[in-house]
Structure formats: C-alpha cells, structure tokens
C-alpha cells in the first residue's frame, strides 16, 4: 500500500478507525475527534437506511457454482499462500499480511467479470476441505492473488456497516458491484482497496458498490 495504513470512517455519531497495520479498530464519539486533526484517510459513511440490527441469512451453505476445471486447479496454490499468510508467525500480525496480499496486483490490468467470477468460485471450491477458519477476509484474498496470478488486478474491498457494527471483505467486478455476494454487501461503506485506506484516488465510482 503506498497510502497512509489508517482509515476513520466518519458516521453521524461517532468515528471508527481501522488500522490496516494491526487489525485494531477502534469506536470514538464523534466529539472526541475534534481533540487533534485525524492523521490517515477519512472516509464519510454512507447511509443506507436502518437495518434494525438484524438481516436474514441462507440457514445452509450454497452448492458450488460451476466453475472450469482451470480455475479450480490455479486456486489451490492462491489459497495455500494465502493460508500461509494467515498462520505465519508473528500471529498478531496476521491481518496485515492478508490485506497486504489482496493488493499485490494492484498494478495490473483489470480483470474481466467472467474472470473475477471464476476466481470468486474456484477459491471457494479449493478452499472447501480446509480444517480452519476461512471468511470473508481469506476468501477475498485468495481470489484477489489468484487473479494476480493470471496478470489480472482483482478489485479487492474492505468496508464497514452500521446498525450493528461489522465488517466485511469482498470481490468487485468491473462494474464495481460485488461478485456472488449477498445483496447485504450494499450497506458496506468501503474503506480500503487494493490502493490503500480510504476511497480509491482513481474515482468515487470504483470505491462504493
């Protein structure tokens, strides 16, 4: 990333800040802001309506989509990387390589929506036996490499949502809009890209979905 590694996502009440150093966030009254100027990249929340604090979610996990057998065997060294990433030492700093891992193809061109899909799927299916934790965090990663992999720039996203709080990673497509995602994707306000913390410097329209 060649941007400062701290975001603060600015809501109507208070400001979170996410360090992309340490994975530490951190929930402040708006007020408490005002005591010194912020010193990473400010992001303006986006308001999507009350959620009540509740959504409704599949009760059981989604067949795999059909995907080339290609896909499915390039997965698999994107997904043991990215799983190395994960459990290599020192553990605290973890998040940081994951984040640091989307972005390794930042500089390339951008994928088309056939390729982000087939990466989408076939990490899922790689990543399907693995006896360990596996979310959006480091499914988003691994397809983001696996598409690097190929000479392609995967639009990667982390972004926050409110009512309650949470936090999710995932895959855009050219278009912007996030690939085989739940529609609950579109109340994340995103906050880092494969560019760094904050909204993309290449333009508001591919920093929101």
């Known amino acids: 990333m060649t941007r400062s590694e701290l975001a603060y996502l600015i809501t109507p009440h208070a400001t979170i800040t996410i360090d992309y150093r340490t994975g530490h966030t951190e929930l402040r009254l708006i007020d408490s802001t005002s005591e010194k100027p912020l010193d990473g990249a400010i992001v303006h929340w986006v308001p999507t309506g009350p959620s009540w604090g509740t ?5 059981a996990l989604p ?3 059909p995907t080339p057998l290609s896909w499915k065997l390039a997965a698999i060294p994107a997904v043991l990387t990215t799983t190395a990433a994960l459990l290599g030492r020192p553990r605290d700093r973890a998040f940081h390589r994951l984040v640091r891992l989307a972005a390794v193809g930042r ?11 087939c990466a989408v799927r076939a990490v899922r299916w790689a990543a399907g036996p693995l006896p360990l934790r596996w979310a959006c965090l480091e499914q988003s990663t691994a397809a983001a490499l696996l598409l690097a992999l190929i000479g392609r720039r995967a639009e990667w996203r982390h972004g926050v949502a409110l009512d309650p709080i949470r936090m999710h990673c995932w895959i855009a497509g050219p278009d912007g809009r996030p690939v085989d995602e739940p529609e609950e994707t579109g109340l994340y306000t995103v906050t880092c890209t494969p560019d760094g913390p904050g909204p993309d410097p290449r333009g508001p329209e591919r920093s929101t979905t």
């Open 63 to 65: 067949p795999h989509a």
């Open 107 to 117: 500089a390339l061109p951008p994928a088309t929506a056939r390729q982000v899909r």
């Open 55 to 59: 959504c409704e979610i599949p009760a």
